[in-house]
C-alpha cells in the first residue's frame, strides 16, 4: 500500500537546540534522514533558552523566512530563525514563552473546557513546558497561515507530555493539521519507578489515574493521557512503552517508531584509530591524576552514562557491580566511569592543574573519586554509595570508580571534549536499566563499536534479541541481562561475572565481539528506522481530502 507522504513536516521538543537528554539524540541525528527528503519543508521548533549567551546548537539566519520573522513579530510571537547546528543543519525556530505565563489561567481553562486537560495540581516545570508548547502551537499556526498551507498535507510532530498542549492547541485551531504525539515514557510510569514502587511485579494491578493521584502527578498524566487521545497519530518508542501506554494511559499506540542512529558521528578508519587511541590516553591520564598513580595502558575502561535517576538507569546497581569486580581483585587493571551530569559548580582546581603538570603527582588527590566540584556531595546518591562501600580508589585496588558529574559538551574544564570523544575510547559499557523505555546509550556504544550489557527492561535490550542476538555472550556485540523487580544482586554478580571475563579476552575475541557491535548497530540506523516513521505520518494523515 502507498503511503501518504507529507508535503511540510514542523516537530518541536523541549530538546530542539537544548541538549538534556536522549531526545536530542532522536531528534538530532533523524533530522539528516528527514532533510533529505523534505529539504526545509522540515522545520524543527524548540525553547529560546539561550538569551545572551551563545548557543553552540543554533546558527541565526536573519534572511531565513524573512517575511515570516517579520510577520510573526506583528502578531506578538518572539522568534529566532536559523539552522539547527547537526548533520543535515535543518531549519530550527526558536521560540520565547515567557509572556505567555500572563495568561497562563486562560489557556489553562480553555484546555479545560475543550479537552478535560486538569491543570489545577500542576507544581515544578508543568507550566513552563506548557507555556512552552502553547507558543509552539502559535508558531506552526502561524508559520501554517503564512506558507498557505492549506491545500497542502501537513505534519505537526510532538514529543513528550511538555508539547501535549501543543496537539491540543492545534487540534482546536488548524485541524487540518495531522498531529503525531510521541511518549518517549510515560510520566506516570517514570514516577511508580522513582517513587520506588515495583513496576513490574504490579504492573497489572495500576491504574494510570489512581496512581496519578497517589503520586502527586494528576496534571502531567491528564495532559498527556488527552494527548494521546486527541493526536491523530500515537506514537511510542519500544514494545515496553506500548504496554505502559495500554495499561496507563488507557490508549494503544497506533505505531511503534524505535529509534534509530545516525553514523555521520562515527568516525572512520585511521580517523577512528585515531580518536580512540586518544580518548584512552586521555581517559588513563585523568584517572593517573586524580588517583595519584600509573594507570596501565591495557587497563580495562567501562562506564555507564545518561541522565541522572539513580535507580531508573541502574546507577545503583552498576556501582554495586563495579565493587564486587574490585574485590574480586582481577588481574588486569579495571577503571570504570560513570558519565552522569549532577549539579555541579565547576571542575576541580587541583585536578585541572594536575593535569597541566608535566610528572603524575605521587599522591591521591582528597576524594579521588569524582571530577568537578559538587553542590551539596553530602546528599549526592553516587558518592553517597561510594563511601558507604569504602570504593574511595585506594592504591591496594586494581579497580577505579570516577565520577564524572558535568555535561561533557568540549568545555567542562577537565577532559574539554564531547561525550562521543571519550566514548570511543571505552572497551566496554553497561547500562542495567530498570526502566529505559527504548536506550540510546547501549545503542551509540555499540555505534562507536564499543560491546554493552544492558537489561530485558530496556526497549533496546529488546529489540536486540528480537534482531536475532542470544543475549547470553557478550561476543555477539550486546550481552542482555534479565532483571526483574527482585533480582538486583543478581544482576550485579552477572554483570560482575561478565567484566571478569571480557577482562580476560584475547586480542581475537576482542575484535569480534567489537565487530558483532557495530553490525548489530547497523541495522538500527534510521536508513531501517525512518519506515516506521512514514507510517506515523500516512496514519495522522489518513483522513487528509484536498
Not at 111 to 124: I, L, T
Not at 463 to 472: H, M, R, T
Request: aromatic residues 12%; contains cysteine.
Amino acid at each position: 500500500m502507498e503511503l501518504i507522504t507529507p508535503d511540510y513536516i514542523f516537530e518541536s521538543s523541549w530538546e530542539v537546540c537544548n541538549k538534556v537528554g536522549g531526545i536530542y539524540t532522536v531528534l538530532s541525528t533523524r533530522a539528516k534522514t528527514l532533510r533529505e527528503k523534505w529539504e526545509d519543508r522540515l522545520v524543527f521548533i524548540g525553547p529560546d533558552l539561550w538569551k545572551n549567551v551563545d548557543n553552540p546548537d543554533f546558527v541565526e539566519h536573519k534572511t531565513l523566512l524573512k517575511g515570516w520573522q517579520a510577520q510573526a513579530g506583528k502578531e506578538g510571537l518572539t522568534v529566532r530563525v536559523g539552522r539547527w547546528n547537526v548533520p543535515g543543519k535543518p531549519v530550527a525556530v526558536l521560540v520565547d514563552f515567557q509572556n505567555y505565563f500572563n495568561i497562563k489561567n486562560e489557556i489553562y481553562y480553555r484546555m479545560w473546557e475543550k479537552f478535560g486537560v486538569n491543570s489545577m495540581p500542576a507544581y515544578g516545570d508543568y507550566d513552563e513546558s506548557c507555556m512552552f508548547a502553547y507558543a509552539t502551537g502559535l508558531v506552526i499556526e502561524s508559520l501554517y497561515r503564512y506558507l498557505q498551507l492549506d491545500s497542502k498535507k501537513v505534519i505537526a510532530q510532538m514529543n513528550e507530555w511538555m508539547l501535549g498542549m501543543a496537539v491540543l492547541y492545534l487540534k482546536d485551531k488548524v485541524p487540518a493539521i495531522g498531529t503525531v504525539f510521541t511518549t518517549h515514557a510515560t510520566s506516570i510510569g517514570r514516577s511508580i519507578c522513582g517513587n520506588n514502587k515495583p513496576l513490574y511485579d504490579l504492573f497489572e494491578q495500576y491504574n494510570g489515574d489512581r496512581m496519578a493521584e497517589e503520586l502527586n502527578m494528576e496534571a502531567k498524566h491528564s495532559l498527556e493521557k488527552q494527548a494521546a487521545f486527541h493526536a491523530d497519530c500515537f506514537t511510542t518508542v519500544s514494545r515496553l512503552t506500548a504496554r505502559e501506554c495500554r495499561q496507563l494511559l488507557d490508549k494503544n499506540p497506533d505505531v511503534v517508531t524505535p529509534n534509530g542512529f545516525e553514523f555521520d558521528f562515527v568516525p572512520e578508519g585511521k580517523d577512528f584509530d585515531k580518536k580512540r587511541a586518544k580518548a584512552r590516553r586521555l581517559l588513563i591520564d585523568v584517572a593517573s591524576r586524580l588517583c595519584g598513580e600509573s594507570i596501565a595502558e591495557n587497563a580495562l575502561l567501562l562506564a555507564i552514562g545518561g541522565r541522572y535517576e539513580y535507580k531508573n538507569k541502574g546507577i545503583d546497581v552498576f556501582i554495586e557491580a563495579m565493587d564486587r569486580v574490585r574485590k574480586a581483585n582481577p588481574e588486569r587493571q579495571v577503571i570504570a566511569w560513570i558519565f552522569v551530569p549532577a549539579w555541579i559548580c565547576g571542575p576541580r582546581a587541583e585536578l585541572a592543574s594536575r593535569m597541566r603538570q608535566e610528572t603524575l603527582p605521587q599522591f591521591p588527590m582528597s576524594d579521588p573519586y569524582y571530577t568537578h566540584h559538587l553542590n551539596m556531595p553530602e546528599n549526592d546518591k553516587v558518592c553517597e554509595y561510594l563511601r558507604f562501600l569504602d570504593f574511595l580508589n585506594q592504591k591496594e585496588y586494581k579497580t577505579k570508580i570516577v565520577f564524572v558529574p558535568s555535561y561533557l559538551n568540549g568545555n567542562d574544564g577537565i577532559f574539554n571534549v564531547s561525550y562521543y570523544d571519550l566514548l570511543i575510547g571505552l572497551d566496554l559499557t553497561v547500562f542495567p536499566s530498570y526502566y529505559e523505555p527504548w536506550g540510546y546509550t547501549p545503542l551509540e556504544s555499540i555505534a562507536f563499536g564499543v560491546p554493552t550489557i544492558t537489561t530485558n527492561l530496556a526497549g533496546f535490550g529488546l529489540w536486540a534479541k528480537e534482531a536475532g542476538v542470544s543475549g547470553n555472550r557478550l561476543t555477539e556485540g550486546v550481552e542482555v541481562i534479565e532483571r526483574t523487580d527482585g533480582n538486583y544482586s543478581q544482576v550485579a554478580e552477572d554483570i560482575k561475572d561478565n567484566i571478569l571475563n571480557y577482562s580476560k579476552s584475547d586480542n581475537e575475541e576482542i575484535s569480534k565481539t567489537k565487530s558483532s557491535a557495530q553490525t548489530l548497530s547497523k541495522r538500527a540506523s534510521w536508513t531501517h528506522f525512518i519506515q516506521y516513521y512514514y507510517e506515523a505520518y500516512n496514519k495522522a494523515l489518513v483522513d487528509y481530502k484536498l
